[in-house]
């Protein structure tokens, strides 16, 4: 969707002032409060009102009574509510023992994520939270839309802590980031809420929104298989006649330019996945498409000295720019693809394949001790060999900047001796 797609782009790091259309905006969402809670709770056990968010959530059978009781001990107590939980058992509040077990279960795994706060990054904490908490594994057990979407807002979530941690890669640990990613979100929700809804700003909408509506510029963004289309969208023919309609009305809201855009790759819950062009760009006549190569050369770079994909085009969004149509004639899709379209599509997915293919057979053979060089670091020696296949990856000591971990299939390394 759009408003999820767009919501850790660019806009924010360049201050381009822009305005989500229909809905709560993304930090008012229940299950985005939900997760920021713990994480707060993480860092600020005595943030009372995140404390009373989490308590139940996942319904750990902790009820309203309970947290009323838990609050009239912490005033007689002269205690906070994190500490009154804590004592619970000490200071002889009037609850039963399975209510106790429920609050030492519920400390017990504050305190373990506390732990593992010391030694992992922002992103790495908040996925364990997700799991440790069973949150995301509720949502999918609803089985509806809503829920769908909830887990999805999750994911982008997710997804936005690794770009913030990926922002901070020039510190020498994790420690601090987590606090450092929840001050960047306060200093964010506070200038949605200052903005001027009169403002010349980019308007950020669900296409079902923009129907009716038609704007100079449109960006459609997100033009892959399973997202555009929608994987929940391929069951039946009609569903994904209804997707493509969708794309119409997209296409159709630009009034003078349309740029299309879909990546090569796509972080999916923290990991990198492969992307695949949408359908819908085939169907597109060729004659209203022109092909344009993104001025800006995003580059992967290693979590946090962990060694993800140090040096792979991030984005390489290729994008499509619609011409503008004629006055007398309205722009057609075609769902019948030119040959000379069906040439140009098929030379890009070559090129992007090879951009993801398995390491060559001479650095799968890459041994440690082996002197490689790399375009952008230089001249280096192999420190440590992980993993296999697609998966292989170096920890590769360069002179004059250090070690970095490298994935075979996407490090373009040349081997000086073997």
Same mark, same amino acid.
Request: proline share 5%; glycine share 6%; net charge neutral.
């Given at each position: 969707?759009?408003?999820?797609? +767009?919501?850790?782009?660019?806009?924010?790091?360049?201050?381009?002032?822009?305005? =989500?259309? !229909?809905?709560?905006?993304?930090?008012?969402?229940?299950?985005? @409060?939900?997760?920021?809670?713990?994480?707060?709770?993480?860092?600020?056990?005595?943030? &009372?009102?995140?404390?009373?968010?989490?308590?139940?959530?996942?319904?750990?059978?902790?009820g309203q009574t309970t947290i009323d009781k838990l609050l009239i001990g912490a005033k007689e107590n002269n205690l906070s509510?994190? #500490?009154?939980?804590?004592?619970?058992?000490?200071?002889?509040?009037?609850?039963?023992?399975?209510?106790?077990? %429920?609050?030492?279960?519920?400390?017990?795994?504050? %305190?373990?994520?506390?732990?593992?706060?010391?030694?992992?990054?922002?992103?790495?904490?908040?996925?364990? =939270?997700?799991?440790?908490?069973?949150?995301?594994?509720?949502?999918?057990?609803?089985?509806?839309?809503?829920?769908?979407?909830?887990?999805?807002?999750?994911?982008?979530?997710?997804?936005?802590?690794?770009?913030?941690? &990926?922002?901070?890669?020039?510190?020498?640990?994790?420690? !601090?980031?987590?606090? #450092?990613?929840?001050?960047?979100?306060?200093?964010?929700?506070?200038?949605?809420?200052?903005?001027?809804?009169?403002?010349?700003?980019?308007?950020?909408?669900?296409?079902?929104?923009?129907?009716?509506?038609?704007?100079? =510029?449109?960006?459609?963004?997100?033009?892959?298989?399973?997202?555009?289309?929608?994987?929940?969208?391929?069951?039946?023919?009609?569903?994904?006649?209804?997707?493509?309609? $969708?794309?119409?009305?997209?296409?159709?809201?630009?009034?003078?330019?349309?740029?299309?855009?879909?990546?090569?790759?796509?972080?999916?819950? !923290? @990991?990198?996945?492969?992307?695949?062009?949408?359908?819908?760009?085939?169907?597109?006549?060729?004659?209203?498409?022109?092909?344009?190569?993104?001025?800006?050369?995003?580059?992967?770079?290693?979590?946090?000295?962990?060694?993800?994909?140090?040096?792979?085009?991030?984005?390489?969004?290729?994008?499509? @720019?619609?011409?503008? @149509?004629? %006055?007398?004639?309205?722009?057609?899709?075609?769902?019948?693809?030119?040959?000379?379209? +069906?040439? %140009?599509?098929?030379?890009?997915?070559?090129?992007?394949?090879?951009?993801?293919?398995?390491?060559?057979?001479?650095?799968?053979? $890459?041994?440690?001790?082996?002197?490689?060089?790399?375009?952008?670091?230089?001249?280096?020696?192999?420190?440590?060999?992980?993993?296999?296949?697609?998966?292989?990856?170096?920890?590769? #000591?360069?002179?004059?900047? !250090?070690?970095?971990?490298? $994935? +075979?299939?996407?490090?373009?390394?040349?081997?000086?001796?073997?």
């Open positions: 969707m759009l408003s999820q797609e +767009l919501w850790r782009t660019p806009s924010r790091k360049r201050d381009i002032p822009y305005r =989500v259309f !229909g809905g709560v905006s993304f930090y008012q969402r229940r299950e985005i @409060k939900d997760l920021l809670a713990y994480l707060r709770v993480i860092i600020n056990p005595k943030d &009372e009102e995140s404390l009373k968010r989490i308590i139940n959530y996942p319904a750990r059978g902790i509510l994190y #500490e009154t939980i804590e004592n619970a058992a000490k200071i002889n509040l009037p609850l039963n023992g399975g209510t106790l077990t %429920k609050l030492v279960n519920f400390i017990t795994t504050i %305190k373990t994520l506390q732990i593992e706060n010391d030694r992992l990054n922002a992103f790495e904490i908040a996925d364990l =939270v997700t799991k440790k908490t069973g949150m995301v594994q509720e949502l999918k057990k609803e089985g509806t839309p809503e829920a769908v979407s909830k887990v999805e807002n999750i994911e982008e979530l997710l997804n936005g802590i690794r770009d913030f941690v &990926e922002g901070q890669i020039e510190i020498a640990d994790a420690s !601090g980031v987590l606090s #450092e990613f929840l001050e960047d979100v306060a200093l964010a929700t506070d200038f949605d809420n200052e903005k001027d809804p009169n403002a010349d700003q980019v308007s950020l909408m669900t296409i079902h929104l923009a129907k009716g509506l038609e704007f100079p =510029v449109v960006f459609v963004v997100g033009l892959e298989e399973d997202l555009f289309p929608s994987a929940m969208s391929m069951n039946t023919r009609s569903e994904l006649e209804e997707e493509r309609r $969708l794309f119409y009305v997209a296409l159709t809201r630009a009034e003078e330019h349309a740029v299309v855009t879909y990546t090569q790759n796509r972080y999916r819950w !923290g @990991k990198l996945i492969d992307a695949e062009p949408s359908r819908f760009i085939e169907e597109m006549d060729s004659k209203y498409l022109e092909f344009d190569i993104p001025k800006d050369d995003y580059v992967f770079k290693p979590l946090l000295n962990k060694g993800i994909f140090d040096d792979t085009p991030s984005s390489n969004s290729y994008q499509y @720019k619609a011409k503008p @149509k004629p %006055k007398t004639s309205p722009t057609k899709v075609n769902t019948s693809p030119s040959q000379n379209q +069906l040439g %140009k599509l098929r030379k890009l997915n070559s090129a992007e394949s090879s951009a993801s293919a398995p390491p060559t057979t001479e650095l799968l053979n $890459l041994t440690e001790g082996m002197m490689v060089e790399h375009g952008r670091f230089g001249k280096g020696k192999v420190m440590q060999i992980e993993g296999k296949g697609n998966d292989k990856k170096a920890a590769i #000591e360069f002179r004059g900047i !250090g070690v970095k971990n490298l $994935l +075979l299939r996407f490090a373009k390394l040349k081997i000086l001796n073997q």
